[in-house]
């Protein structure tokens, strides 16, 4: 799980191309200079709204601390001072070889128990806690 920056390549270039509109406006004098200022902080907080998940990540939404769900794959948007991403959650298919501790003989043949086990993570809050498990008993093996 990880989380991310504040703005992504969508959002900066949003905002470099509308800064750059607002500041020939204030060149040419078509706009006050307060105005200008009023309008790159609202610039600011609209970029900081778009979000993009990749392909295998959802990302867990808050607001005001309480849990509104799973946003993405792709391109999404949050309200800026009330809403949160709290991580991004990884959903490819994990697999791991596990094998057993001990040694067992049969006859003259010495078996070693093995398994092969494949892990998705589906959402929501149980499937973060579980795949958190799975990654420290992965560690443990």
């Keep these: 799980m990880e989380t991310k920056n504040l703005f992504n390549a969508i959002s900066t270039t949003v905002l470099i191309i509308v800064s750059a509109i607002l500041a020939a406006l204030l060149y040419l004098n078509y706009i006050d200079i307060r ?4 309008l790159i902080v609202l610039t ?3 970029t900081s709204s778009i979000k993009i998940a990749d392909q295998w990540e959802k990302a867990v939404l808050l607001r005001m601390g309480k849990y509104i769900g799973l946003k993405g794959p792709g391109i999404f948007f949050i309200v800026p001072i ?6 991004y959650i990884d959903q490819k ?4 070889n596990l094998i057993g501790e001990g040694l067992k003989e049969k006859g003259s043949m010495i078996i070693v ?3 092969a086990l494949d892990a998705m993570n589906l959402g929501g809050i149980r499937g973060i806690t579980s795949l958190s498990q799975l990654n420290k008993t992965e560690r443990k093996l």
């Design 113 to 115: 128990p093995s398994c």
């Design 35 to 38: 105005f200008f200022v009023g």
């Design 93 to 96: 298919v994990r697999a791991m």
């Design 82 to 87: 009330l809403d949160k991403i709290m991580n």
């Design 44 to 46: 600011i907080l609209i």
